[in-house]
């Protein structure tokens, strides 16, 4: 498009220096009388000669009205074409990226596409997720059109953007927009639409976690608050940060820490922690163990029994990992 827009430019450039250039050695006028005339001659305004023009500029003239005319016309043609085929290829593009988002199933919902929702959006997608972001800026959804992350333009306050977005079929929603109030706002919509879902939200100001929690929010994430934290963490226990990050957010280490849940069709299920084996077959370590009613046990021992519905927090490598999905029925219970 930039190369078509140049290149008339270019066209048009020249036939108005050659039109002034030829006025000017042919009946010697002035370079304004000279460019005045073509203007008036390629525009086809027809207000008539600016002097007498002598036969050789009239020659001139039905040259240039021939050349310059069309050309102005194939330019003219040029650039409707270049500003009807831009459209096409939005709107074109717009339904490809609806038809893609009718298709999703199991993704992720992200309102707001500031800082927050774009680190959300990214590490999501790093990991596998599916994402849609619901965005009401029409300049940040052609930066994401651009890095082909699926969007809805509009306001995820309104109930018909999150059904645009696949409410029915999302697996979460991640409400990150700047303002609490409008998070409080999404979070009471998104769960009177699906009370299933999955709704971590974020809050600023103080206050605002137990206005959410009350909304319905599952999860409340304070990034001041947990940035606060981390750096305390950092002052006070500097290896144990170093281990948080290694474990996190680094790709050096074939460590990783992870959460699974222990599926209908394993054989572990009702099994204690010593008799499993994962210690000794994977070499992975139990940190955690999450009840299906929410109960967290931290280390467990030996005798824990593993029951069905429970999630297993596990550190070790990404194939062992890969191993206890296995023997847990994480692949059953996914699909």
């Not at 016309?73 to 717009?94: D, N, P, W």
């Not at 069709?265 to 099994?271: F, S, Y």
């Amino acid at each position: 498009m930039l190369k078509r827009l140049g290149i008339s430019v270019g066209l048009i450039a020249l036939i108005l220096l050659g039109g002034a250039l030829g006025y000017h050695f042919i009946e010697g006028w002035s370079f304004l009388d000279a460019l005045y005339m073509t203007v008036i001659s390629v525009t086809t305004v027809g207000y008539g000669e600016v002097q007498p023009l002598g036969s050789a500029g009239r020659i001139f003239t039905m040259i240039m009205l021939f050349t310059g005319v069309g050309a102005v016309l194939y330019i003219l043609s040029a650039l409707t074409q270049t500003v009807v085929e831009g459209k096409l290829r939005e709107v074109m593009g717009r339904r490809s990226q609806l038809r893609q988002i009718r298709a999703l199933k199991g993704h992720y919902i992200i309102c707001g596409y500031g800082r927050i929702g774009a680190l959300v959006t990214d590490m999501l997608r790093e990991n596998g997720q599916k994402v849609v972001v619901v965005e009401n800026s029409e300049e940040i959804t052609r930066r994401l059109e651009e890095e082909g992350v699926l969007y809805v333009l509009g306001s995820a306050t309104e109930d018909e953007a999150l059904f645009a977005a696949g409410i029915d079929r999302a697996r979460g929603l991640v409400a990150t927009v700047s303002s609490d109030a409008d998070n409080v706002f999404i979070v009471l919509s998104a769960k009177q639409i699906r009370p299933d879902l999955l709704v971590i939200a974020r809050a600023t100001e103080p206050g605002s976690e137990r206005k959410l929690k009350r909304a319905g929010a599952d999860k409340v994430v304070s990034p001041y608050f947990i940035g606060a934290r981390r750096i305390a963490q950092t002052v006070l226990r500097p290896s144990v940060a170093d281990f948080i990050d290694l474990t996190f957010h680094s790709s050096d280490i074939a460590l990783q820490m992870e959460e699974l849940k222990v599926g209908r069709g394993t054989e572990l299920a009702g099994v204690a922690l010593k008799d499993t084996g994962i210690r000794q077959k994977l070499n992975l370590i139990i940190l955690a163990i999450k009840k299906a009613d929410g109960d967290m046990t931290f280390n467990p021992g030996a005798d824990t029994v593993i029951d069905v519905g429970d999630t297993l927090i596990a550190l070790g490598t990404r194939g062992s990992m890969r191993k206890l999905a296995e023997l847990l029925g994480h692949g059953e219970e996914e699909g």
